[in-house]
């Protein structure tokens, strides 16, 4: 029999018994796929099964004897049926809205899940709602679908905590390393995906960017127990920054920009913190330990946005403004 | 996931799908399950195999295809389907994240009950994993009410801070398109009062107002994309220490024998040039057209002040 053919027929079995359904009779039930051969053989190839069906969220387990009841395997129901989820129609647009934009962008870790999950939560709908049109393009050099597979192969060695080797392109050597690591886990940043985890080359954990990553490959897929625990205080927003001007290039400083009475609005969402107001305008605090990446986020609003303080950080910003006006026919 | 697992877990949504929604046609029934027109009728030929021991003739899956539409007749109980795995359930989580759950009422309401329908089996393992991915760096608040007057077709009003100007003036746009390029959010629409599709960065838009305006959608122009109106191009020459950075980002770019690098950029906009190359604080260099020089140049000297 099909192996999907036999995994439905078992589902559609235990949906309908009110009794477990011991060993002996699923093996006369199913005589040519878990009767026949050895016992032993039988019985892997029942786990296998039931391994499978789990994975996909059928949730079959075994019940001891009680009473009269026999001992065997059920399938619990209420556990089983997805019931009606509850979602406003907002709720179900809004989700949809964004599960669709993630499965438009091509590369998004689990997208075949997100496909399925998208269909259960609108399976109690009548009609689905209707799609604005959201898309995201991954940042890198590689093809959708490259990014697509290492993206896929990464998210399941994060899952199952398996180790990968890789060999990974940096821009600054110009180099191409072979590196094993432990994946912990996987971020999107400025639209580029990024994972952390204990790299064995380094003795430490590192970030990568997905699309520098050259050959990958998960090193024992088919190994027991998970290749590796993730430390417990771990955590992805310490190690992968949010912002540009959070990489650890130097002693955090905390910078003082000041805002034009426009720009205060858009102060969290250009700066991730909120605005204090001033008597011209507003200012904004911001811990920079890439004291760079933080002036040249301010120097690309000029005018509206300033560096005033502390004093290294002004001269910072100034030098690198001398700079571009010299380079674009200005004396300084 | 194997190509049998991901039959299975069609099949397993496909039966509950057609008992729930009798009489849908095959495309549409095709389109809810994401596979083309054969693949579903091969599943349909498939499905009356499937049934439960005994096997007696009430006992197989009975569904079958009229006049272009699917019906079931026995489901053998699949009336709906299993429940959210956790890695099902991570996903669109992570999705909604990507499009700033954290701020949007809907959402956050939406991922509690979607936490609520997992298996209780599953939910430890969602958290888990859920802790693994982390999309939410790149969400902006304004995105989900962006992307719900898209689909309304409402009117959005806006504060709009474009760069070299200074200050912000006020749009009130019909929305279009919501679309992430090179990390950046953007927003093209009609601007009502400029008479012109424009684009926007999302990061530059104060609160957003959705208008009760309706609005029927423009014939389809060329799709958005960031600053392309056909002027002149306008040449980038990055310093070699960031040319491999650079290169990264930019499919066209051409190496100079110094190795520095040379792009070139759509030059219909002088505010975003001036802004894009101020941000690069002098390791990038506008060689020509002489405008975008002296734009930059200008620009520069204003922050000085």
Redesign the interface.
Known sequence: MDRTERLLDLVALLLSEKHPVSWARLRELFKDDYGTGTPEACERKFERDKVELLELGVPLRFEKARGDVEGGYALDKDAYYLPEPGLSPDELAVLYAAGAAALASGAFPGAGDLAHALRKVAFHSERLPALPRVRFQAVGPVDTASLADRLDVLWGAVRARRRVTLEYFSPRSGEVTARAVDPYGLALRRGAWAFAGHCHLRGGVRTFLVHRVRRLEVLNPKAKPPDFEVPADFRLGDVIPRWPWEHRFHAPVDVDVALAPDLEPMAPQLFGVAPVKTSTGASVTVRASDLDALVTTVLSLAPAAKVTGPAEAVARAQALARRVLEAHGGAP | ?SA??????Q???LV??VS??PGRSVDEVAA???VGRVELLEALE?LP??????FEPD?F?DVYVEDDKVFVELD??????????A??????A??????G?SA?E??T??LE??E??L????REAFRQ?D????????A???L?AV??????RREVRF?Y?A?GR???ERRQVQP?????????WYLSGFDVARGAERLYR??????LEVTDARFEPRPESAPARVPDRGLEPVTVVFSAARA??V???F?EARSLPDGRLEVTVPGDNARWLT????????DA??VAPAWA??S??????????
């Open positions: 996931m049998a697992s991901e039959r299975l877990r099949l397993l949504f509950p799908y729930r929604h809810a399950l994401g498939f195999l499937v049934g439960r021991p005994p006992d899956v053998q109980r699949l009336h709906a389907p299993p429940r959210l795995t890695a099902e359930g991570v996903a669109l992570s999705a909604a994240r990507l499009l759950a949007s809907a959402l309401s939406a009950k979607l609520r329908v298996p209780p089996s599953a994993a802790r693994r991915l982390d999309v939410e760096g790149s902006l608040a304004g989900p992307s719900m007057a898209i689909a309304e504060d801070y760069a200074g200050q912000t279009a398109e919501l679309f992430g390029h090179q990390g950046q999302v990061d530059r838009m104060g609160p491999p950075f290169r990264e980002r499919g802004g894009w190359v101020l941000s690069f604080g002098g260099q506008v020089v002296r930059v140049g200008e620009a520069a000297r204003a922050s000085l002040g």
